[in-house]
């Protein structure tokens, strides 16, 4: 208060909401993916295998994927697309 010489207490309450997301296939957004399967794949041929990053929460969150090995053979074998960005809730 305007003047007054005593300190004021304030207490805030509030909630922590944390983020949850799941792999989903791109050609069935109800179907989740656990895990991509590339089955057999010729030598030096591309051979392109898709997932989908849904954000099931009610807070947007900022993600950044990498492929983690210590082959770096096999970590230049693998491309995310897009590797980072931000995701709206509920999408």
Do not use: C, W
Not at 31 to 36: F, R
Not at 71 to 83: A, T, V
Request: proline share 5%.
């Amino acid at each position: 208060m305007q003047g007054s010489q005593r300190n004021l207490e304030m207490t805030f309450l509030g909630h922590v909401i944390a983020p949850t997301f799941e792999f989903v296939d791109p050609n069935d957004p109800l179907k989740s993916k656990s895990e991509i399967n590339f089955g057999k794949v010729s030598y030096d041929f591309e051979y392109k295998e898709g997932i989908v990053l849904k954000n099931t929460s009610s807070v947007e969150f900022a993600y950044n994927l990498k492929i983690l090995s210590e082959n770096k053979l096999l970590q230049n074998e693998f491309r995310i697309i897009p590797q980072s960005g931000v995701i709206p809730e509920k999408s």
